[in-house]
């Protein structure tokens, strides 16, 4: 995979990543010996980006990422972290005294003394609003604690608040083919500043690997479970925001608009990086066998791929089934 550059951090990363919420909590039990598989087999592939979280598995998934870097000196491999989420989302908690205790966490679960890209965790819009959130963040930097900032956003008019302010180095957002809206503003306004944009929840929650119906049920503590009407997060991080039944023959749809040979996950990964501006991809894997299959989604933005095909019938999808439902939200 041809590495490109992570905004303005002077690193560069291959276009497909890992995201690693599911080898800290919420999808299921995922086994300790499965997790490291995942990162070895995702590392092999050539993945050089891992996204991961201070609150997943309370810190479980950075730990894990933790002791496999360091059996794996020079590595080349860039964690990008998040925070914010350990206390309630509310502006007053967003102070330069909890970012730095926050990090401290983080860097001891890595075992690192800087950590290389920290992304505020999807924090209400007050706080990227205010001037004192980056002048935190410009200060841990100055400190040595982290190399680099970002914002994961829910929403685009978030994305566009945050590219604005100078010493963001990427966004992190939702964008698969169940999720369009980021194409109208967010991509080219990030191309524009030379922001890194990270697209997450790239299958749709697994909707777009193809394999549900709509009796496929989940683990009482997968948030695909207890989270679909947003009970304890926002409704979009849970099959980006889409009705699972309407997802379903969606997905069916775009998997039958595909030519023999080609998965409907692996096009839509590749469908993604294609998008101009987009950096990298971060879809998740609960087994190393996923994880290769995920990494070699790359492999077919160099082969020829009809992409056209593809993003045709994305958008008629979308327009037919999804936009009126999804778009006004995001």
């Known amino acids: 995979m041809q590495p490109r550059p992570l905004g303005r951090t002077g690193r560069s990363v291959a276009p497909i990543g890992l995201g690693t919420w599911q080898l800290g909590a919420d999808w299921g039990d995922v086994r300790e010996e499965d997790a490291l598989d995942v990162l070895a087999a995702s ?20 730990r894990l990422i933790g002791r496999f870097l360091a059996q794996r000196l020079g590595h ?28 401290e966490r983080s860097r001891a679960n890595l075992g690192v003394d800087t950590l290389d890209l920290v992304q505020l965790h999807c924090p209400p819009s007050a706080v990227i609003e205010d001037e004192a959130t ?28 945050a590219i604005s302010r100078p010493g963001v180095t990427n966004v ?12 109208d ?16 929840v790239p299958l749709a929650s697994g909707l777009l690997s193809g394999r549900y119906t709509t009796s496929t049920t989940f683990a009482a503590d997968d948030h695909r479970t207890y989270n679909r009407q947003g009970e304890a997060f926002d409704r979009g991080e849970t ?14 749809e775009l998997a039958d608009a595909l030519p023999e040979g080609v998965s ?32 070699a989604a790359g492999s077919l933005l ?22 009126a439902a999804v778009h006004p939200h995001w």
């Open 134 to 161: 980056f002048e935190a963040l410009d200060a841990l930097v100055a400190e040595g604690a982290i190399a680099a900032y970002g914002v994961s956003v829910e929403t685009c008019a978030q994305a566009l608040r």
């Open 302 to 323: 160099e082969q020829g791929f009809a992409l056209d095909a593809f993003d045709a019938a994305v958008r008629r999808v979308y327009d037919a089934r999804l936009r």
């Open 76 to 103: 080349g491999i860039t964690v990008a972290t998040k925070m914010g989420r350990r206390l309630p989302q509310e502006p007053e908690n967003y102070t330069p005294e909890n970012f730095r205790a926050w990090t």
């Open 43 to 62: 590392a092999e592939a050539g993945v050089t980006l891992l996204d991961t979280a201070d609150v997943y598995g309370d810190g479980r998934s950075e």
């Open 264 to 295: 409907l996950p692996a096009a839509s990964l590749a469908w993604i990086a294609a998008q101009p501006g987009v950096t990298a991809v971060i879809p998740g894997a609960r087994t190393a066998e996923q994880a290769r299959a995920n990494a």
């Open 239 to 252: 099959f980006s925001g889409v009705d699972f039944a309407e997802g379903v023959a969606a997905a069916q």
């Open 172 to 183: 992190q957002i939702i964008l698969n083919p169940f999720r369009l809206k980021p194409l």
């Open 185 to 200: 503003e967010v991509l080219p306004a990030a191309q524009a500043a030379g922001v890194a944009v990270l697209a997450r």
